[in-house]
């Protein structure tokens, strides 16, 4: 009989292929909202807050209320947030076919808008406003270098981190501590599952689970001091660091300027991206990670290389006629008529260049790019920031693998005055001055004391780190701080604009220049230099001499020189520092 | 007396099949539609004990059935001009073509109870044609599915009465050349829709993304039923309405879906057992009117049955017809009621010989 065929098939569909059509019953029945998991915050040492999240008021948008009515709801809802009807239909159509069920169609609505939305709510079926965390900085621009910023996922991203769990709603850490620690900052999604109709209606909620918020990250950083700081470089572009010699806590660093970093979370518009991206003083980058020419700041360094290999005794006195010449060529001291007779204190102080000279002669390349290399320089800092350039540390190796060329004796002279390819950043130079200031001991510098749950409890804890020691005695070191203070507090002491009554302070002052010095009218006043031309200003200092408790780096870009560009505001610095009774 | 007794199991299997499609509209359905369910199965349970204590050989004047057939044929001609699937009686909605049936088989097997040989003689075959021919060709204007469905049943009944060899191999090769030529025109005055179905079953390498929506609903809801089903009212295909015309054509697919294997083999042992009873009346009963009327329900309820689940399982190209007692509808329900009613008639006046 024929009706045993219908019982075979039957057989077939219900018995043999169940589990095929059970996961298409499935598939087509339920589907999973993920429940975005609030952004781990972020606080200074004290415990205030750096970077939370809050709610901010999500407009969703479900097409199976708008049938036959989506031009008379979307135009009501055009005009209650001001916006362009057809642009509007056009995203939501876009929308409505990429996705299944609501849609989100705005973010980040202020309170009138949502008050507005709601008042008319009548005329807006399928309309929903949902309050959902989202990241928010109380400070903006002054954490921004050290915080990073978050913005949403791009496409190109989503496919890469789909696996991880990231969906098409997400933000993502861009710069900075929230793209270092994005793993533990943005938590776990939690999801809703949902059965819907064949309408696409939402009939009930079967299961999920709820999201884990992300972890929180304490900072070594004073937050007060971090505000004073930015606001010392506010309009110039630099950056400075403000580390604890003792080990290596990051207790400031600003970058400037900066943007604000809650923008990137409501986006910007195209002509104002556009002008940020052309700003001369480049806010998009971290400048205590960009690498410079030290200028002198690195001269402490070649003086400690010369003292240890003993081609230079500290009271040795060198003559500073405003020039040295090496064969044919002439160097000239930044003081054109010359220093005069010149040791290794007053050398320091008065950042003689003809002394260095001197001194950069003596040396060999290769010696005083090792010796560099120990105290640091030439690789990363280990504060671990994104975006870190390393640097330059020339030597005959890199010569000839950058120029095939081979080293010139000339070279030795400019890279002991910390000009030439010598390039360092800020990070790593102010690392090393707290070795100089702690008596030799390089700590990394570090900026996450801890990381904690959401409920307080601490997952890890980071204290300071060791890397190495300076490559020379102590007993050297004591002269080179006896240069830096005599070059604070000496009567022709470059950096005397640091000085302060309470606080012996020691510090070194550093003017990189961008042209080189030929190019360059000497005596024009700087203001009538281009600023592209300008020089580099740099500062850094440690106070107390004695018992050292803070390292103060400034680098001012295009600054001018770093007695008066730098040194003051490393002066003002510490005596607020030390003004509020740390 | 006794014979109602010896029909006993039959007529116990007919209202457990009633009562399952009450149960299957509950749950298709809701509550509205259980209700106009209940009250349309009380109507038939009346046309039912109407046609059953009816004396079916009454039916044997040919000559006054006649007279009814033509009213009948003309409606269906106002119908099929005014295209037009229902008929509005007031609050009633008729369906007439679900009663061609009926009248249908009557008809013919007061007609073929005529023939004196034992096989139909050619004047026989030709009323038999016309007779069938009228309403096929009627209602196909507006319903081709269940045009076919009564073909089929003509047909069947036909080739039951008995047919010369001869007069088989004339027919069937002009079927034959008829199909040929008249296959091409038929199908360019197809509606999109139902050719679509017939590629969508003819089409080789049937993988589910080719299934129409509904075959492919359809085929999840029998599918996912498994061996026990997902429990009454508690199908996820029907209850988040993913099957369409889940109370009419795919009732079958609600029924398996909540009830499973166990479910559908219940429901086809049922069918099983009233056409098996059904057959079986049809070669005791003591005329051959009474036969050709029995053997007629047993057609018309066979292939309803066969062209409606092998369309929800894709065994066929799907059809747009209901399914015997499981599918709601007022019409078809009262129309098979009539039929069986006749062939219980039959039945108990096996004995009787008055
Ligand atoms: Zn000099």
Redesign the pocket.
């Known amino acids: 009989m024929l009706l045993f065929l219908l019982l075979a098939k039957l057989a077939y569909l219900q018995l043999v292929r169940h589990d095929f059509f059970w996961r298409l019953a499935q598939q087509r029945t339920f589907f999973r909202v993920p429940l975005p998991a609030p952004r781990g915050r972020i606080y200074d040492f004290r415990g205030r807050l750096l970077a939370g999240t809050r709610p901010t008021f999500n407009l969703y948008i479900d097409p199976y209320y708008l049938r036959g009515k989506e031009d008379k709801v979307l135009k009501e809802l055009a005009s209650l947030l001001g916006e362009d009807f057809v642009r509007l239909k056009e995203e939501y159509l876009f929308k409505k076919k990429r996705g299944y069920g609501e849609i989100l169609l705005r973010r980040g609505l202020d309170r009138d808008t949502v008050a507005r939305l709601e008042a008319r709510r009548y005329y807006l079926p399928g309309l929903k406003l949902l309050a959902q965390p989202e990241r928010y900085y109380p400070w903006g621009r002054e954490f921004f270098h050290l915080l990073g910023y978050v913005s949403p996922i791009t496409k190109k991203e989503l496919q890469a981190l789909k696996s991880q769990g990231y969906g098409p709603e997400d933000y993502i850490g861009r710069s900075g501590l929230e793209k270092l620690f994005e793993k533990d900052l943005k938590g776990e999604k939690g999801e809703l599952e949902l059965e819907r109709d064949a309408f696409g209606r939402v009939v009930k909620v079967v299961g999920g689970k709820p999201p884990v918020p992300g972890r929180d990250l304490y900072l070594t950083v004073d937050s007060h001091l971090q505000l004073q700081v930015y606001r010392l470089l506010k309009d110039r572009s630099g950056a400075i660091l403000i580390l604890s010699p003792r080990d290596g806590k990051v207790l400031a660093l600003v970058s400037s300027p900066a943007p604000d970093p809650n923008q990137f979370i409501a986006g910007f518009t195209p002509s104002e991206w556009k002008e940020l991206l052309k700003d001369p003083l480049h806010p998009l980058l971290n400048k205590a990670l960009q690498s410079y020419h030290p200028g002198s700041t690195f001269k402490p360094l070649t003086a400690l290389a010369a003292l240890k290999a003993g081609l230079v005794k500290p009271q040795e006195e060198v003559l ?3 020039f040295h010449r090496l064969g044919r060529r002439v160097f000239r ?3 054109r008529w ?3 007779k ?1 040791e290794l204190i007053q ?1 320091l102080a ?6 260095f000279y001197v001194l950069g002669e003596r040396l060999d390349i290769d010696y005083l790019a090792g010796f560099a290399r120990a105290c640091g320089f030439g690789k990363p800092s280990g504060l671990a920031l994104p975006g870190e350039e390393v640097g330059i540390v020339p030597d005959r190796f890199w010569k000839r693998k950058t120029f095939g060329d081979k080293w010139h004796k000339g070279e030795n002279l400019i890279v002991a005055i910390g000009q030439g390819a010598l390039e360092v950043n800020l990070v790593q130079l102010v690392k090393f001055y707290a070795a100089l200031a702690n008596g030799g001991t390089l700590y990394r510098p570090y900026v996450i004391s801890s990381l904690k749950t959401p409920e307080g409890e601490t997952l890890k804890e980071f204290g300071p780190r060791k890397e190495a020691r300076l490559p020379v005695s102590s007993y050297w070191l004591e002269w080179i701080k006896r240069g830096l203070q005599e070059a604070v507090n000496g009567k022709k002491g470059t950096g005397r604009a640091a000085r302060l009554k309470e606080v012996v302070v020691a510090g070194k002052t550093g003017t990189a220049q961008v042209v080189r010095i030929k190019r360059k009218k000497k005596s024009a006043p700087k203001e009538e230099i281009p600023y592209e031309e300008r020089d580099h200003a740099w500062f850094v200092a440690f106070a107390p001499v004695k018992d050292p408790q803070i390292v103060v780096g400034v680098f001012v870009e295009h600054g001018g020189h770093g007695g008066s560009a730098a040194a003051p505001l490393a002066g003002k610095i510490l005596k607020t520092y030390f003004a509020g009774g740390k | 007396m006794k014979s109602w007794f010896s029909a006993g199991p039959y007529l116990g299997g007919l209202l457990f099949l009633l009562l399952l499609g009450l149960v299957n509209q509950w749950s298709a359905g809701g509550k509205p539609l259980f209700l106009r369910q209940l009250l349309w199965t009380i109507v038939g349970l009346g046309v039912f004990s109407l046609a059953a204590f009816l004396d079916y050989r009454r039916f044997r004047a040919f000559q006054k059935l006649l007279g009814l057939y033509l009213v009948f044929i003309l409606l269906l001609l106002f119908l099929a001009f005014t295209h037009q699937r229902w008929l509005h009686l007031g609050p009633l909605s008729i369906q007439p073509s679900e009663f061609a049936k009926p009248f249908l088989v009557v008809l013919l097997a007061s007609l073929f109870s005529e023939s004196q040989e034992e096989h139909l003689s050619w004047p026989l075959l030709a009323g038999a044609t016309i007779l069938a021919l009228g309403p096929v060709l009627l209602i196909a204007i507006s319903d081709l599915d269940q045009a076919f469905l009564i073909l089929v049943i003509a047909c069947s009944l036909i080739l039951f009465a008995g047919l010369s060899r001869k007069t088989l191999l004339v027919l069937g090769a002009g079927f034959f050349l008829l199909s040929t030529l008249a296959g091409p025109v038929v199908w360019k005055h197809l509606k999109p829709y139902q050719r679509a179905r017939l590629i969508s079953f003819f089409k080789p390498g049937k993988t589910h993304k080719r299934w129409s929506y509904q075959t492919r609903q359809a085929l999840i809801a029998v599918g996912s039923g498994g061996l026990t089903g997902q429990g009454f009212k508690r199908g996820l295909s029907s209850r988040l309405h993913y099957l369409p015309a889940k109370h009419t054509d795919l009732a079958f697919a609600v029924w398996a879906e909540e009830w499973g294997f166990a479910g559908s083999l219940l429901v086809l042992t049922l069918y099983s057992f009233i056409l098996s009873c059904l057959l079986k009346a049809a070669y005791q009963a003591r005329d051959l009117m009474g036969r050709f009327l029995v053997f007629g329900a047993a057609c018309v309820l066979f292939w309803e049955i066969f062209f409606n689940i092998g369309g929800v399982i894709h065994l066929l190209p799907a059809a747009s017809l209901p399914l015997p007692f499981l599918s709601c509808g007022g019409s078809a329900l009262c129309s098979n009621m009539i039929l069986l009613g006749l062939a219980t008639s039959v039945m108990i006046k096996r004995f009787s010989f008055i």
Not at chain 1, 350 to 355: G, I, L, M
Request: proline letters at 0%; charged letters at 20%.
């Open positions: 500073c006629r405003g001291c930044w003081r010359g220093h005069g010149m050398g008065q950042s003689c260049d003809v002394y």
